[in-house]
């Protein structure tokens, strides 16, 4: 039987229904547990569209947060990796079946009988849905834990378990590096962390936007060069010219105009999700010898190669700070795209 203690969240008991304040219960660590009380919890837009059911399937209650940071309060008997008082970080991932080819080659992503998220999937332990990082603490085996550069900001770190580590694995999937030119579409929350990461990786940025408002963001952040996609000129300037692009795009668009941007050999990935299909034209691959492809986050070796990557290069998010009372609102702003770049719920507030 496993023992179980209750602690305080936020969360909601409906698609229409805001978030509020909710009691749900945590585990008990088992022999290769840690406990670890939150500091701070960033806001992913997959929070948003679980809570509100858009993407069909949310287990109800349901308290989303996949960007997690704390400090380790307690360890089960066994553990071997972390001790009280580390400073750790949880992603998108809590647990996977550890037996798959995927999970053998540390690709839990892709675990063939489905990751264990961090948030709404069935918990092995207990019988509810997992429950995310909108609360006090969280247990969480020790092979889904990852360490903290010590020289990296808490706050402004959670949101790299989630758009850094889903910007970074594509990036070093596909070798970009010195020598090559790389498009990032899209200055939000993964976007914003595409440009920090490439140029740190040696590339030569170019940023994508449909605001000329975000001209001097985007070279603030690092972009070489920033192009405004909806100019037919500027961007018929850069045909052929990139050796790679990164799509961070949520909403509809035309990706055969960035296709046509790629050298030979060249590749798209997608890690926005639109909610509609994206036509690709026949010509847009052939005539190059193309590939557009998909990618989301990463394994956890991968992610805890990106949090050391970032702590070399003292890589952080741009954050907004909020208290967990404003999630509400902070979920209002974030459709109408009115956030640079990603809001973090300071967790203090929630123990107030």
Not at 185 to 191: A, D, F, K, P, T
Request: proline share 4%; glycine share 10%.
């Amino acid at each position: 039987m496993i023992e179980t203690t209750n602690v305080k969240a936020f969360g909601t008991e409906a698609a229409e229904a805001p978030l509020n304040e909710l009691g749900i219960s945590r585990r008990k660590p088992t022999a290769h547990d840690v406990e670890i009380d939150i500091l701070f919890c960033g806001v992913c837009h997959s929070d948003l569209h679980t809570a509100k059911n858009e993407w069909h399937g949310t287990q109800y209650p349901c308290v989303p947060g996949h960007e997690i940071v704390g400090k380790i309060i307690s360890v089960g008997d066994h553990v071997s990796k972390f001790k009280i008082g580390d400073t750790v970080g949880v992603g998108c991932i809590v647990d996977s079946c550890r037996e798959c080819q995927y999970c053998q080659d540390g690709l839990e992503q892709f675990c063939e009988p489905g990751m264990t998220g961090t948030y709404n999937s069935p918990d092995k332990y207990l019988d509810t849905p997992t429950f995310g990082g909108y609360s006090e603490s969280v247990v969480v085996d020790e092979n889904y834990v990852l360490r903290i550069p010590e020289n990296l900001d808490l706050a402004a770190t959670a949101p790299l378990l989630c758009a850094g580590i889903t910007t970074y694995s594509p990036l070093r999937h596909w070798n970009v590096g010195p020598g090559q030119k790389v498009g990032i579409v899209g200055i939000g929350g993964l976007g914003h962390m595409g440009i920090k990461i490439a140029k740190a990786m040696g590339a030569e940025v170019v940023a994508f936007t449909t605001s000329e408002a975000k001209f001097a963001e985007a070279k603030r952040l690092g972009a070489d060069e920033v192009v405004m996609s909806k100019d037919k000129d500027q961007m018929a300037a850069y045909t052929g010219k990139l050796h790679f692009i990164l799509d961070a795009v949520s909403a509809e668009h035309d990706i055969n105009a960035f296709l046509s941007l790629l050298r030979v050999d060249g590749s798209l990935a997608l890690v926005g999700a639109p909610e509609q299909p994206l036509p690709v034209a026949a010509f847009s691959l052939i005539m190059g010898r193309k590939s557009f492809s998909g990618s989301m986050i990463g394994g956890i070796a991968e992610t805890q190669e990106m949090l050391d990557f970032c702590g070399e290069h003292n890589i952080t998010a741009d954050i907004e700070m909020i208290d967990m009372q404003e999630i509400n609102e902070a979920y209002e702003r974030m459709l109408k795209g009115d956030v640079k770049y990603r809001f973090v719920i300071d967790m203090a507030s929630l123990k107030k």
